[in-house]
């Protein structure tokens, strides 16, 4: 089993920057892709980023494209998303997610994944 548990939340004004980070435990998610995705009530949980297990490919959704960076630190079995010039529409629960199946590249849907975190709130205010 895998607990992942998201930190770094919180309230900032448009045009600020969080980091949110996502703490693995239970087992080494060091082979598992990892991805951050959101969610508004009443929305579908949205794909926000990937990044593969080695850190090497990152991939990321349209509207965060160019102000966000997921990052990975293997030996801590930590994912990292660092966020730019946050806008209002970003405001979300926050959620990690660990694929213990191995792809060719990581995916962008949500059911694939097999583990959650319990997310974390960023509210971004105008």
């Known amino acids: 089993q895998v607990q992942l548990v998201e930190s770094g939340g919180g309230l900032v004004q448009a045009g600020g920057s969080l980091r949110l980070s996502c703490a693995a435990s239970g087992r080494i998610v060091s082979s598992y892709a990892m991805g951050w995705f959101r969610q508004v009530p009443g929305k579908e949980r949205e794909f926000v980023a990937a990044?593969?297990?080695?850190?090497?490919?990152?991939y990321y959704a349209d509207p965060v494209k160019g102000r966000s960076s997921i990052s990975r630190d293997n030996t801590r079995n930590t994912v990292y998303l660092q966020m730019n010039s946050l806008k209002p529409e970003d405001t979300a629960v926050y959620y990690c997610a660990a694929d213990s199946t191995f792809r060719s590249r990581p995916t962008d849907l949500a059911r694939a994944y097999t583990y959650w975190g319990q997310g974390t709130q960023v509210t971004v205010s105008s």
């Open positions: 990044i593969s297990w080695s850190g090497g490919s990152t």
